[in-house]
T-cell receptor, first 116, second 110 residues
Framework: DTEVTQTPKHLVMGMTNKKSLKCEQHMGHRAMYWYKQKAKKPPELMFVYSYEKLSINESVPSRFSPECPNSSLLNLHLHALQPEDSALYLC???????????????FGPGTRLTVL | SQQGEEDPQALSIQEGENATMNCSYK?????LQWYRQNSGRGLVHLIL?????REKHSGRLRVTLDTSKKSSSLLITASRAADTASYFC??????????FGTGTRLQVFP
């Protein structure tokens, strides 16, 4: 299984809602990522989990809260979002190949989020 | 911003022609990767070139890397309509953080 799955595909939420995005992979990858992508822009890194521990937080507002319950799952909890948070949220995973060797990232299809 | 620059921003060609996209980056790197993204979907990894490599091939793809100029190019030969997508370069500095370029939107007309 060489797939990263994301649910839901689309999400519309109000600014007072609480929702969660889910990401799953069964490739045995120990690094997982959340990216945010606005239209016609490149993906911007939000968070990196390495061996289920948060290793990088790119100064993301606290209304985004990541969680890595186990090595296959990655969640992004959303609360009190703003309309400017509307974007495509991409999850990715990669294999740890040892010191100094970085592997390709496998991306999920994304969740299209609209905040009203 | 650490973001790389890609040019052209957009490229339109006919099927059968070659497409060349360029990527420039700002800092020393460990690896450079190229990804493809169909409209509104996830990214697909195309090729990875290490900083000590100068050229790499994969099928119809040819990637070059010039670390002295901090630049890379992606050549797609004999393009097909199915190659229509956005193409991004991405660099890393021996960390888990990938920095993506601004992207090139390629349109291949049948």
């Amino acid at each position: 299984d060489t797939e990263v799955t994301q649910t839901p595909k689309h999400l519309v939420m109000g600014m007072t809602n609480k929702k969660s995005l889910k990401c799953e992979q069964h490739m045995g990858h120990r690094a997982m990522y959340w990216y945010k992508q606005k239209a016609k822009k490149p993906p911007e890194l939000m968070f990196v989990y390495s061996y289920e521990k948060l290793s990088i937080n790119e100064s993301v507002p606290s209304r985004f809260s990541p969680e890595c319950p186990n090595s296959s799952l990655l969640n992004l909890h959303l609360h009190a979002l703003q309309p400017e948070d509307s974007a495509l949220y991409l999850c990715a995973s990669s294999q740890d190949q040892g010191t100094g060797i970085r592997a390709e990232q496998f991306f999920g299809p994304g969740t299209r989020l609209t905040v009203l | 911003s650490q973001q790389g620059e890609e040019d052209p921003q957009a490229l339109s060609i006919q099927e059968g022609e070659n497409a060349t996209m360029n990527c420039s980056y700002k800092t020393s790197i460990n690896n450079l990767q190229w990804y493809r993204q169909n409209s509104g979907r996830g990214l697909v990894h195309l090729i990875l070139i290490r900083s000590n490599e100068r050229e790499k091939h994969s099928g119809r793809l040819r990637v070059t890397l010039d670390t002295s100029k901090k630049s890379s190019s992606l050549l797609i030969t004999a393009s097909r309509a199915a190659d229509t997508a956005s193409y991004f370069c991405a660099t890393d500095r021996n960390t888990d953080k990938l920095i993506f370029g601004t992207g090139t939107r390629l349109q291949v007309f049948p």
